[in-house]
C-alpha cells in the first residue's frame, strides 16, 4: 500500500496566528480547539492533507528547505489578496514557461503562488 500525505506542518512562535492567516489564504476555518500550543485546518477531511501549527521555541533562522506551491487562475489578484491578508512580497519569477510569485508569510516562511496553465483553467 503506498503512502499517503496526511498533514502539512508549520513549526511557529504562534500557532494561532500562523493557522488564522492560512485560514483566510484557503479560506476555509481553522478547526475548533485551537490554542497557544497548536491549531489545525482540515484535520477531518479525509479527501486531502490537514495543516497543523505547532508551536516551538526556536525562531525561523534560514530559507525554508520545502515549501508549499499554490496555484491561481490570477497570480497577481490572488498574491494581492493574500498581502492583504498578512503576507511580504518576497520575489516574482518566470522561467522554465511559468510564473510565479514568492511571498512570506506571518513568520516568514516562504511559499509561492503560480499561474495555472490555461488548460486547466
Keep these: 500500500m503506498p503512502v499517503t500525505l496526511a ?3 508549520f513549526d511557529c512562535a504562534d500557532p494561532q496566528r500562523v493557522a488564522g492567516f492560512w485560514s483566510s489564504v484557503l479560506e476555509t476555518p481553522v478547526d475548533e480547539g ?8 482540515d484535520n477531518h477531511v479525509a479527501e486531502k492533507p490537514s495543516w497543523f501549527f505547532i508551536k516551538v521555541p526556536e525562531p525561523k533562522t534560514s530559507k525554508n528547505r520545502l515549501h508549499i506551491d499554490l496555484t491561481a487562475a490570477d497570480r497577481e489578484a490572488e498574491a494581492t489578496r493574500i498581502i492583504g491578508l498578512g503576507a511580504t512580497q ?3 519569477h518566470n522561467e522554465w514557461g ?21 488548460d486547466s483553467r
Excluded: K, M, R, Y
Design 7 to 9: 498533514h502539512v506542518t
Design 34 to 41: 485551537a490554542s497557544e500550543f497548536f491549531a489545525s485546518i
Design 90 to 92: 518576497h520575489s516574482d
Design 98 to 118: 511559468a510564473e510565479w510569485t514568492v511571498l512570506t508569510d506571518p513568520e516568514g516562511n516562504e511559499f509561492c503562488i503560480g499561474q495555472q496553465p490555461l
